[in-house]
Nanobody, 127 residues
Framework: QVQLVESGGGLVQAGDSLRLSCAASARTSSGRSMGWFRQAPGKEREFVAGVTYNGGRTAHADSVKGRFTVSRNNAKNSVYLQMNSLKPEDTAVYYC????????????????????WGQGTQVTVSS
Protein backbone atom coordinates (compact mmCIF):
# COMPACT_ATOMS: atom_id res chain seq x y z
CA GLN A 1 0.00 0.00 0.00
CA VAL A 2 1.24 3.45 -0.89
CA GLN A 3 1.94 5.43 2.23
CA LEU A 4 3.69 8.61 3.24
CA VAL A 5 3.67 9.72 6.85
CA GLU A 6 5.06 13.08 7.94
CA SER A 7 6.19 13.90 11.46
CA GLY A 8 8.19 16.50 13.32
CA GLY A 9 5.90 19.50 13.11
CA GLY A 10 5.06 21.66 16.08
CA LEU A 11 4.87 25.11 17.62
CA VAL A 12 8.14 27.02 17.78
CA GLN A 13 9.34 30.58 18.09
CA ALA A 14 10.84 32.66 15.33
CA GLY A 15 14.50 31.77 14.85
CA ASP A 16 14.06 28.18 16.06
CA SER A 17 14.66 25.02 14.06
CA LEU A 18 12.59 21.97 13.23
CA ARG A 19 13.30 18.80 11.33
CA LEU A 20 10.44 17.23 9.43
CA SER A 21 10.55 13.57 8.51
CA CYS A 22 8.60 11.64 5.92
CA ALA A 23 8.48 7.88 6.26
CA ALA A 24 7.58 6.11 3.02
CA SER A 25 6.93 2.56 2.04
CA ALA A 26 9.68 1.20 -0.19
CA ARG A 27 7.20 0.87 -2.99
CA THR A 28 6.28 4.54 -2.71
CA SER A 29 9.68 6.14 -2.57
CA SER A 30 11.91 3.76 -4.46
CA GLY A 31 13.21 5.42 -7.60
CA ARG A 32 11.03 8.48 -7.18
CA SER A 33 11.86 12.11 -6.68
CA MET A 34 10.42 13.38 -3.42
CA GLY A 35 9.09 16.81 -2.61
CA TRP A 36 7.99 18.95 0.28
CA PHE A 37 5.08 21.33 -0.17
CA ARG A 38 3.29 23.61 2.25
CA GLN A 39 -0.09 25.27 2.50
CA ALA A 40 -0.79 28.25 4.70
CA PRO A 41 -4.35 29.23 5.69
CA GLY A 42 -6.11 30.90 2.79
CA LYS A 43 -3.27 30.23 0.38
CA GLU A 44 -2.55 27.70 -2.31
CA ARG A 45 -0.18 24.85 -1.71
CA GLU A 46 3.34 25.73 -2.78
CA PHE A 47 6.56 23.90 -3.51
CA VAL A 48 9.18 24.10 -0.76
CA ALA A 49 11.93 21.63 -1.69
CA GLY A 50 12.63 18.54 -3.76
CA VAL A 51 15.24 15.83 -4.08
CA THR A 52 15.95 13.31 -6.84
CA TYR A 53 15.62 9.57 -6.25
CA ASN A 54 19.31 9.14 -5.48
CA GLY A 55 19.70 12.37 -3.54
CA GLY A 56 22.06 13.71 -6.15
CA ARG A 57 20.17 16.91 -6.86
CA THR A 58 18.03 19.15 -4.72
CA ALA A 59 15.96 22.27 -5.24
CA HIS A 60 14.57 24.80 -2.79
CA ALA A 61 12.07 27.58 -3.18
CA ASP A 62 13.59 31.05 -3.05
CA SER A 63 11.64 31.81 0.11
CA VAL A 64 13.45 29.07 2.03
CA LYS A 65 16.79 28.93 0.27
CA GLY A 66 19.64 29.14 2.76
CA ARG A 67 17.36 28.22 5.66
CA PHE A 68 15.82 24.86 4.71
CA THR A 69 17.60 21.75 3.48
CA VAL A 70 16.01 18.67 1.96
CA SER A 71 17.68 15.27 2.15
CA ARG A 72 16.81 11.59 1.94
CA ASN A 73 18.01 8.28 3.29
CA ASN A 74 16.95 5.54 0.89
CA ALA A 75 18.10 2.81 3.26
CA LYS A 76 15.44 4.08 5.66
CA ASN A 77 12.92 5.06 2.96
CA SER A 78 12.82 8.50 4.50
CA VAL A 79 12.97 12.10 3.39
CA TYR A 80 13.79 15.02 5.65
CA LEU A 81 13.36 18.76 5.71
CA GLN A 82 15.70 20.59 8.05
CA MET A 83 14.24 24.01 8.76
CA ASN A 84 16.41 26.63 10.42
CA SER A 85 15.82 30.29 11.23
CA LEU A 86 12.10 29.79 11.07
CA LYS A 87 9.89 32.79 10.44
CA PRO A 88 6.19 33.35 11.18
CA GLU A 89 5.53 33.25 7.43
CA ASP A 90 6.74 29.64 7.42
CA THR A 91 3.59 28.70 9.34
CA ALA A 92 1.72 26.12 7.27
CA VAL A 93 0.79 22.49 6.92
CA TYR A 94 3.76 20.72 5.35
CA TYR A 95 3.23 17.81 2.99
CA CYS A 96 5.56 15.16 1.69
CA UNK A 97 4.99 13.84 -1.83
CA UNK A 98 6.38 11.20 -4.20
CA UNK A 99 6.68 11.84 -7.93
CA UNK A 100 4.65 10.12 -10.62
CA UNK A 101 7.74 9.23 -12.62
CA UNK A 102 10.42 6.84 -11.46
CA UNK A 103 14.15 6.69 -12.09
CA UNK A 104 14.13 9.87 -14.16
CA UNK A 105 16.55 11.93 -12.11
CA UNK A 106 14.32 14.94 -12.69
CA UNK A 107 13.47 17.47 -10.01
CA UNK A 108 9.77 18.24 -10.01
CA UNK A 109 8.43 21.55 -8.79
CA UNK A 110 4.73 21.25 -9.62
CA UNK A 111 2.01 19.52 -7.65
CA UNK A 112 0.76 17.75 -10.76
CA UNK A 113 4.08 15.93 -11.07
CA UNK A 114 3.44 14.13 -7.79
CA UNK A 115 1.16 11.13 -7.32
CA UNK A 116 1.37 10.29 -3.65
CA TRP A 117 0.84 12.60 -0.71
CA GLY A 118 1.08 12.37 3.04
CA GLN A 119 -1.53 13.72 5.42
CA GLY A 120 0.58 16.73 6.39
CA THR A 121 2.13 18.02 9.58
CA GLN A 122 1.44 21.43 11.10
CA VAL A 123 4.27 23.88 11.62
CA THR A 124 3.45 27.02 13.56
CA VAL A 125 6.03 29.74 14.11
CA SER A 126 5.22 32.44 16.63
CA SER A 127 6.80 35.87 16.53
Amino acid sequence: QVQLVESGGGLVQAGDSLRLSCAASARTSSGRSMGWFRQAPGKEREFVAGVTYNGGRTAHADSVKGRFTVSRNNAKNSVYLQMNSLKPEDTAVYYCAASKSSWSGTLYLREEDYSYWGQGTQVTVSS
